[in-house]
DNA sequence: AATGAATGAGTGTTCATTCAT
DNA sequence: GATGAATGAACACTCATTCAT
């Protein structure tokens, strides 16, 4: 299997180096000649390894929604489980080192791939409305186990995915500083727990 | 007036189907072509009251920013206030309102015009900022007052505005049924004086 | 006739500046919008008094070729005229003095007409050819009279043309300067007629 | 090599139809359509080649320029220097020649190139001010050798410039016909030194 | 497998001309 | 007669994709 090692290597070259060059310039302001001058090969190799600029972007916007889905998995909502405060801090913590270290595929999710097209719009939304999902399933199970006051679990889920995001693109995408990612989790679920009052 | 007035609707009509182009099929997605065709006006005429497809984007855009911006001033952060928790509730009230009434705009800012070019970036970026400041701020004052308790403001801004957004996005962008802003914004504030615990 | 002398009026004031604004942006670097500009009328107005951009451009150019043509008339090629040298110098004096007071024609005529299409190509070429053709005539009566030495007639014209109109260009187009016409065309009718050895 | 051979090839391909369309359509009348048609090129490859239209009119004109320019040097000015005529002679003859086998660059710089803009006028002007020169240091040569009597060396130079433009004008751009270089140089020549009378 | 020259559909924009008022 | 808003054909240029080598 050398050849497809080789190939293999081929397609990474190419991909990390898309990366860099969508993060620097956007999908739109990326063209396939940046995208092969940056990775160092022919314009036709670009198209032996990938079917379209399109299906390039669409390979990285998996791969960081995948880690970030992993990220995610693994709280323990069933009711035997460690403070569901700790665990959230748990979750935030790795979803912004994950974030941090894939900053420019963050910030291609954030700020590139919105309204970019059907497909890719919706993938997005997948993502999003299973974290929403999975969010009102954690509401429910925490009310059940009166952990979590009676609410409206929609709009509370919202406003804990909104915040998320939101913590991620200031402390993330907008800025390159390192990240506190413990203090800023726990803020985080400090606020979503006792509010501001 | 009159010529001024037929003048002032031609720019309109134009207007409100590039908004209704942009808005179904993305910034770049749609060529002025597109909008001429929507508008029912030769192409010409589209160069007759815009200087370029990116000027009357950028119309669209500061008019649901400026429109935005004054949904959300008014707040009075002075120490013989209204009870804080009412105003903000009216506040969200007036932006989810403004949002529901402005749906193809609305739509345009949270996904066509991220990531656009740098002159866009930056307005939407400064209205963000604007708003964190406006937080932070209100924060601050209302740490003073002692409504709010100490906490990390910078974060917690950030957390509000990310929920804000989010809300709209769900309730208003991605949905296209009538909204309860009422009993929404309610559960926002909830959310966020209160929260989940 | 009150009307037609409206009308007149109307006419010269767009030809005016329509010249004014040729001599300045060349003909294809003035627009009609330019024109209208300048000479402050509508844009239909502009096409009630002439059929096209080209139009225009003609009448000017028909304008200046009458000019010169009749400042070239005249020459008295009878056996019993004035000394040639002092009928030759006259001629080029006036030459010299219509293009001096006709500037921005002139330039016309030399930058910008030259090459623009087939109609006022064939103008010039028809302009020119009558010049070569009436040299030509003027030098084989010289000849008859023996005042002008036997030669290639046509050649011979066709060197005067050249340095009459080289002269033009340097003397009149090119500088801003005023004239010294007699001594000028001195020079060249003594080079014309004595040559440099 | 054969890449950079098949490349060169290409451009060459594309500048020699590029010279035609010119020469027939003129700059304006000429469209990269119309080029590429010619050339038998899709309109991209014309970009893969030159910048713009603009760019390949450039690159025609300096062609024909400096062949023109190398046609001009070597004429010896010195004291011990062949006897003039002859020398003028020679040169004219070599530059009859180079506009007769460049027929169509040479219509371009005689009627296309004129009036276009201001870098093409400059490079023209520039061209027209160093043979002005040139022909002025010349005549001042020849005074002092006494091959030429004393006369107002600019205006001089600037006849001699306008009957060789004209000349070539007439006798090839204007005209098919083969040239019969040798004796219109001799003609030209013999008017320049000894005049008609 | 790798190349990069070639392609051509598509873009945003201009401007001479028309025509309803 | 006068207007200027409206028109749309035409333009130079770009770039994702293909394919002969």
Redesign the pocket.
Known sequence: MT?SK??EE?RSQILEHALLVFAHQGY?G?????IVKAA??????????F?????VFRELLDELLSTLRSSVRGMDIGPSAAPMQEQLQGILVRILRTAESNRALTRIIFREAVGLDEAVDAKLQGFNDGLQAWLVAALTVGEGLELVRPTDRDVAATCILGAVRQVIDRYVVQSDAPLDAESIAAAVVRFSLEGLA
């Open positions: 050849r080789r190939a081929r739109h990326a063209s396939v000649s940046d160092g090969v022919a314009r036709g190799t670009f198209y032996l390894y079917d379209s600029k399109e299906a």
